[in-house]
T-cell receptor
Framework: IAGITQAPTSQILAAGRRMTLRCTQD?????MYWYRQDLGLGLRLIHY???????GKGEVPDGYSVSRANTDDFPLTLASAVPSQTSVYFC????????????????FGSGTQLSVL | GQNIDQPTEMTATEGAIVQINCTYQ??????LFWYQQHAGEAPTFLSY??LDGLEEKGRFSSFLSRSKGYSYLLLKELQMKDSASYLC??????????WGAGTKLIIKP
């Protein structure tokens, strides 16, 4: 089934631990994104990648890192988790930057509910 | 700063029509997007407007006025399955999406 797969679905993590959220897509989209979604706030961009081998910082990058070794995979790492990183994390992808419509039509994974205690 | 405003919550009756408004102030404009998000699920794309006017897609329509920094999503013949949050997002001059907090739409029988 074509789309984006995220893992794990949910996780409870002790503060200070390292955690990697996995994201894989099979649509051959060049652009990929990591968002966090918190109650009462809009989706906030953490990091993005316009193509394999490149990454960029979004609105809230502190405490997170990403890599894009190939087109399909875009893992998000929390080096040392803190309670403020408790959130729902969504990975998304879109076609290569071109017209705004293609670039802004995002396909989302099912999300990871992360709780940092 | 960049800002997207939409109502937090709206209630409507099954079979009726509802209009969800979105106003924006962004650095540049490369299109406005509406997404639907059911509780506990991921957002899914609904519509895209880049020129002024109305885009119709079945029961859903989206309108844009760039001069007013304003859009609305119109849902007709409401069904219970339309109960969801509706997210407005604007693509700025850097081709980054700026998201509103979403409007939770409650449909009553």
């Amino acid at each position: 089934i074509a789309g984006i797969t995220q893992a794990p679905t949910s996780q409870i993590l002790a503060a200070g631990r390292r955690m990697t959220l996995r994201c894989t897509q099979d649509m051959r989209h060049n652009a990929m994104y990591w968002y966090r979604q918190d109650l009462g706030l809009g989706l906030r961009l953490i990091h993005y990648s316009n193509t394999a081998g490149t990454t960029g910082k979004g609105e809230v990058p502190d405490g997170y890192s990403v890599s894009r070794a190939n087109t399909d995979d875009f893992p998000l790492t929390l080096a040392s988790a803190v309670p403020s990183q408790t959130s729902v994390y969504f990975c998304a992808s879109s076609e290569a930057p071109g017209t705004g419509g293609d670039y802004g039509k995002l396909f989302f994974g099912s999300g990871t509910q992360l709780s940092v205690l | 700063g960049q800002n997207i405003d939409q109502p937090t919550e709206m209630t409507a009756t099954e079979g009726a029509i509802v209009q969800i408004n979105c106003t924006y102030q962004t650095s540049g404009f490369n299109g406005l997007f509406w997404y639907q998000q059911h509780a506990g699920e991921a957002p899914t794309f609904l519509s895209y407007n880049v020129l002024d006017g109305l885009e119709e897609k079945g029961r859903f329509s989206s309108f844009l006025s760039r001069s007013k920094g304003y859009s609305y999503l119109l849902l007709k013949e409401l069904q219970m399955k339309d109960s969801a949050s509706y997210l407005c997002a604007v693509m700025d001059s850097n081709y980054q999406l700026i998201w509103g907090a979403g409007t939770k739409l409650i449909i009553k029988p």
